[in-house]
Structures are given as structure tokens and as C-alpha cells.
């Protein structure tokens, strides 16, 4: 049976013809079955826009309207479990669902949308997804938001970005020995999305064949585009084009399964506060949507506050600039399983650096000089005047922490934040990785693999 339902025409029939070979029937977990169950008697579509604009929704009902948007997306989804939906025909079935996304995005925008609702759409999109049980004992997944609002320097109207942080952050950990996967996308307020950037760098993303996605997660490094693994994200790439609540429902869905223990550094933009999604993770593993391990949720800003302003969440959405560590400085909540454990500031010196000028690190948002500044901050800052490589170093060393160190720092678990002591050591680990070519050796071994496996389907 053909999953899929949207056209997006014939640039992304690579990724769709992937997902078709790739999508293999798995039942819905527990807690899933029991939402769609309480789906067959639940609300209408209606009834669910007019209680999303007046209310927060409950996780069942959140988990139900997005029911409503992969009926519009995947076909096998809807014969399956969506037969009892009013049908509005494909038309209206599709415009229903990007109506649903849409009003989900402005009650985002409005600092409106909670934890709860957040985890019933997680759950739901997870039935979409091909889950891997490949992936082992354990796995640290980078991913960011997108749609950072950036930055604007000496007055210049143009938006400034800098490298593609989660998605080198992950090949640094993958060189260091660690289980490492990267979800993403194409571009969508940056130049260069995550999938243009592991491209570009050379790996070869489209592999139809689910054997070969099996031996990759297996190894130290897997990166899964988002078209090729769901349907949902079909939505928001359907012209015209605009923004939806997909760019926080799509980094939380990688195709992991609940046998695998989820350690995750995820980046928010200027829209979510990061307490939130911290929360959502801890709900996410209560119910065995993921087996939710150690949780960094970061949000950069473009100014330093005091550490007192970390849980404003008010004040931390209006400086917001980054989805990853900033070089002024950051807000970044923790969750570990059930528990939350607190919003702290982040800042360069707590990972032991300094940032002598911290808007260098920005560049135009034009692809050719993003390109260049993750080769620059790859190449282990020889070259370096922007200070691109320790940025990166920074952000990979939060990673680190997360799979080596904060199970073990009691300075976390009393609620204080992470030790900055350990942060620096995570800091110079993923540093000497940097400058002695490690990850650029450990990235051309990648790039090897994935032509010799795609040689080997095709």
C-alpha cells in the first residue's frame, strides 16, 4: 500500500520513493492504542479548532487533531486507524490539516502552546514514522528547531546565521566513539538546512534499502532525513509554503524506538520556551513514546541576562537569536526521564572560553559562506579568525556532557545546573577532536561508507 498522499513534485521524489521501500507496519505502542481508542468517541474537527483558540488542549486531544493531519498525509494511517474521521474528500482533508498545523503555529507564536499539547502531537506523529530498533541500548541525537530568528549586526537589516551546529555537533560525537544519530530537513528560514549541509559535506542521504538503514544505525553515525522517515512533514513543504508547528513536532520525532535510551540536545527558536519542551520529554517517556534519557533544550540568545532571568519565559523568547549555545550567552533546560531539573544560563566561560568578539562567529545567510564556515569549523580553527571551531567545540561539548557526564554530577542532580568543571573537560575533549582532524577523518570515512553502501543497492 502507498503511504504517501502529497505531491511535492519532482524534487523530493527521492525521499518519498525512499519512504515507500523504507515503511514497514509496526503497531501502535500502548499508550498510542489507548489514544486511538478515545479517538473513535472523541471531538470533531470542529470542536478541536474551537477548543485550541479559547483553551490549552488535553495530550489526548492534541494527540486527535494531529490524527486529523496524517489522515491528510498517509495513506496507510488513514485506512488503517483514521477511518472514523469525517472525511471532508482530498481537498478538504488537506486544507483541514494545514488549517489544524497553521492554528497550532499561531498558538505557538501566542506562547501559548504547553507541554501537554506538544506530547500528544509528538505521540501521534510517531505512528507516521519508521522506528529502528537497529539504534541498540543507546543513542545522542543533535537536532534544532530552525527558524531562529538570527541576528542583525551594526544595523544591517539582513539576518546573520552562523554553522550548522546540531548537525556537526553529532559527527563530532560520532568521531569520540559515541552512538550518534542526526535528524533534519532542507532549509527553511537558514540558507542551509541540515539535509543541504550533510549533502554537501558529501554523504549520501537517499538509500532505499532497509537493510542498509539497519547496518548504518547500527554503526557510530546515522543521519535520517525527515522526508524520506514521515509523511507529516509533507505539510509544510506543500506550496505555498509557509511555516507550521511542524518545525517543533519534526525535530522530536526521529525514528527512534522506545528500546533505545533517547539522550537529545534540541535548540528552540524565539517561539518556545525551552522549559516547555524539556517538560514535553518528560511526559513523552512517562507515557513509552521514547525511553527518554538526559535532555538539554537550548535556546540562544543575543545578550547575556542573569541567571535569575533563565526561567522568565517572557524574557528569554524575546532575546532568543539561536537555536544552539550562543557566544553571549544561553538558556538551557534540563530533563532527565520523569524529572525536570531546572532553566540555567549557559555561557562561553562556563565551558572555559572566551569570545573576543562574539558577533564573528555570525555570517551572512547565504549558502556559499554557510557552507564555508562549516568547512572552517571543521578544519580545527588553524585558520580560524571567526572563532568558528571553538563555537562548535562549545556546542558539541554540551552534547558530551549529556552521555558522559550528567548522570554523574551531583551539582545537576541538586537542581544547580550543570558543573562547570565538566563542561570544560567535555569542552576540550570535543576541541583536540576538532583541531587534531579527528571528526574531518571520521567525516571522510562517512562519506566513503554511504557511496560504497548506495553502490552496493544500486
Known amino acids: 500500500m502507498r503511504i504517501t498522499k502529497i505531491d511535492l513534485g519532482e524534487f523530493y521524489q527521492g525521499k518519498v520513493r525512499m519512504r515507500e521501500v523504507l515503511h514497514e507496519a509496526r503497531e501502535p505502542l500502548p499508550s498510542q492504542r489507548a489514544m486511538l481508542e478515545q479517538l473513535k468517541q472523541g471531538s470533531s ?75 500528544g502531537m509528538v505521540s501521534a506523529t510517531m505512528l507516521d514514522v519508521m522506528r529502528l530498533p537497529a539504534y541498540g541500548e543507546r543513542v545522542l541525537e543533535t537536532c534544532g528547531m530552525g527558524g531562529d530568528r538570527g541576528v542583525q549586526m551594526n544595523g544591517n537589516a539582513s539576518t546573520r546565521k552562523t554553522v550548522n551546529a546540531s548537525t556537526l555537533s553529532a ?38 534499502d532497509l537493510a542498509v538503514q539497519e547496518t548504518m544505525a547500527k554503526g557510530p553515525f546515522h543521519y535520517t532525513d525527515a522526508h524520506a522517515w514521515k509523511t507529516l512533514h509533507d505539510m509544510s513543504h506543500l506550496q505555498p509554503m509557509r511555516e507550521t508547528v511542524n518545525h517543533v513536532i519534526g525535530p522530536m520525532t526521529p525514528p527512534i524506538g522506545p528500546e533505545t535510551r533517547l539522550d537529545k540536545v534540541l535548540g528552540v527558536n524565539e517561539k518556545m520556551d525551552p522549559a516547555t519542551i524539556a517538560e514535553a520529554y518528560t511526559i513523552l517517556h512517562k507515557y513509552g513514546i521514547f525511553h527518554v534519557g538526559n535532555v538539554a533544550v537550548v535556546c540562544g540568545l543575543g545578550q547575556r541576562i542573569d541567571p535569575h532571568e533563565a526561567g522568565q519565559s517572557r524574557r528569554v523568547r524575546d532575546l532568543a537569536v539561536l537555536d544552539e549555545l550562543s557566544p553571549f550567552c544561553s538558556a538551557v533546560a534540563f530533563a532527565s526521564g520523569e524529572t525536570c531539573l531546572g532553566t540555567h544560563v549557559l555561557s562561553p566561560s562556563d565551558f572555559g572560553i572566551t569570545f573576543r568578539d562574539p558577533s564573528s562567529i555570525f ?81 571522510q570515512m562517512q562519506v566513503e561508507l554511504t557511496h560504497r553502501l548506495n553502490g552496493k543497492v544500486a
Not at 552521555?403 to 545537576?412: K, T
Request: proline share 2%; net charge negative; with cysteine.
Open 171 to 208: 559527527l563530532t560525537l560520532a568521531s569520540l566513539g559515541y552512538k550518534t544519530a542526526k535528524h533534519g530537513s532542507y532549509s527553511n528560514t537558514s540558507q542551509v538546512g541540515s539535509t543541504n549541509a550533510i549533502e554537501r559535506l558529501g554523504l549520501v542521504v537517499d538509500i532505499p
Open 363 to 443: 555570517v551572512n545567510n547565504q549558502k556559499e559562506e554557510i557552507w564555508e564556515a562549516n568547512q572552517i569549523a571543521l578544519s580545527g580553527g588553524r585558520e580560524d579568525p571567526r572563532q568558528l571551531t571553538e563555537f562548535l567545540a562549545m556546542n558539541a561539548a554540551l552534547a558530551l556532557y549529556l552521555v558522559e557526564a550528567m548522570d554523574r554530577d551531583d551539582q545537576m542532580l541538586a537542581g544547580r545546573g550543570p558543573s562547570s568543571d565538566l563542561l570544560r573537560a567535555c569542552y576540550g575533549r570535543c576541541f583536540a577532536a576538532l583541531r587534531e582532524g579527528r571528526v574531518s577523518q571520521f567525516l
Open 45 to 119: 474537527y470542529i470542536d478541536l479548532v474551537k477548543a485550541s483558540m479559547r483553551r490549552d488542549l488535553s495530550m489526548a486531544e492534541a494527540f486527535a487533531a494531529t490524527c486529523f493531519v496524517l489522515r491528510a498525509s498517509n495513506g496507510y494511517l488513514a485506512d488503517r486507524y483514521f477511518a472514523d474521521l469525517a472525511d471532508f474528500g482530498p481537498i478538504g482533508n488537506c486544507m483541514a490539516a494545514r488549517e489544524m498545523l497553521s492554528g497550532l503555529a499561531m498558538k505557538e507564536a501566542w506562547g501559548n502552546l504547553r507541554a501537554e499539547e506538544v506530547a
